[in-house]
């Protein structure tokens, strides 16, 4: 019987499985584009906008100032809010790097060749950054994560949203109508 | 036959008949056809099946040797069927497609090397033997079926419904037949050595298995038979792929920016 009661359970998460795999995607606010929808102007990076914002709320100067001005209780309030705001970023980054990851992918569903290395990192770095992010999130919800380490962030998201962009325009000239077809199938 | 036994044959049957004029109703063997082949074959096995039980009896050694060997070709045709409707899924998208039939096939071998490893060492009894094999050539169809769904799904591509329907019900199957050997086999081998004085004891339990079998089995046709009901919508076009040096260019820098972001992640974690 005991090979019974390890296929019961095994049948059951199979199920489970089954219905994740079929279950189209639901879209929810803040999350990318979804597959069936994805256009060019919605795959690119889209938070490196609000970055001169972050930047500004996140700076080391304003901290300091806070600290020798304000009184402790606004001070404190003043950091919760900082921090609140560091982890709306990184929700924002986590999104971006979603919707490059999506590229990535669309980019490889629609080439006539691909190579097993670069689809094998993706996959590692796609499950490298979401332990990393859990682990970050969990350090600034905490209060361990120094704000000032955050911005760095910031400029690395808006070169490359730049780069991307000019590279989507080329591949939309290219062919914008296989890029669609393929993915709304 | 009891009753129950001959209204499951008859069920069963007459599904499958249903499930053939569906499909040569519908013209599938223009997009499928080794499925139409297996649906067929379903059909004829389980109609030429009932000529050897009203010939040599329904419990008669003869009865299980053909039962078991028409087990094999099913179990064998319905693995190709699977091997079709990877093929047909992700076949359009040829880049991902040269790169997952391999790991699709090494896949399939590593299972059913393990089936054949599994059945080399079972007590020498032929439902042992089926059972042992019928039950691994499932976990292998499982296994393929979720890996190709897992594919499309990692890769963001839709799943056409009428594809979509005929995996489910290969897994419904494949799943609770499974299960259902799983049980059976456990219970044979249990009783190996005290086979005469448990006969009615093992008797039960393959009434038991025959029920969950061919349950799973009516509700798989059942759901083809449902997703053929209606005129099968013109297949979608095959997608416009992008010029090959796209992909060169853009795949590593993608990645490069995507190992950055990790990068910086780390750096932060570190700081």
Known sequence: MSELMIAIPLALALFLVLFWLLRPRRRHPGAGPSPADMKMESILPRHYRYFPQVRQALSALDEQYLRERASPKVARKALRERRAVARKFLAGLREDFSCLERMARMIAALSPVISREEETERLILGMRFRLLYAWVWLRLSTGRAPLDQIEHLTGLLGSLATRMERAMTAIGALSAPGLNTGLNA | ?271
């Open chain 2, 1 to 271: 036959m009891s009753h129950r036994e001959l209204l499951l044959y008859w069920s069963t049957a007459g599904l499958e008949i249903i499930l053939c004029i569906f499909v040569y109703v519908r013209k599938l063997q223009r997009y499928l056809p080794i499925f139409t082949a297996y649906a067929t074959l379903l059909a004829t096995d389980t109609l030429g099946i009932q000529i050897v039980y009203h010939h040599f009896g329904f419990r008669s050694p003869e009865s299980r040797s053909a039962y078991w060997m028409i087990t094999g070709v099913n179990v064998v045709a319905c693995g190709f069927a699977i091997a079709e409707l990877c093929r047909h899924e992700l076949r359009a998208y040829r880049g991902i497609w040269k790169l997952a039939w391999r790991g699709l096939a090494l896949l399939a071998v590593i299972f059913l090397g393990n089936a054949v490893v599994d059945a080399w060492g079972q007590p020498n009894r032929i439902a042992i033997y089926g059972l042992t094999i019928e039950r691994d050539f499932g976990v292998a169809s499982t296994v393929i079926l979720l890996v190709m769904l897992l594919i499309r799904k990692y890769y963001g591509l839709g799943l056409e419904s009428l594809q979509k329907t005929i995996a489910i019900g290969m897994f419904v199957f494949c799943v609770v037949d499974t299960v259902s050997n799983t049980m059976l086999r456990d219970l044979f081998t249990s009783y190996i050595f005290v086979w005469s004085e448990h006969e009615s004891q093992i008797g039960r339990a393959r009434d038991l298995w025959n029920v969950i079998h061919t349950s799973a089995f009516v509700i798989s046709v059942s759901i083809w038979c449902f997703a053929l009901r209606k005129p099968l919508p013109a297949p979608e076009r095959d997608p416009v792929l992008l010029p090959l040096e796209v992909y060169g260019e853009l795949s590593s820098a993608l990645n490069l920016r995507l190992r950055a972001f990790n990068d910086r992640l780390l750096e932060l974690l570190r700081s």
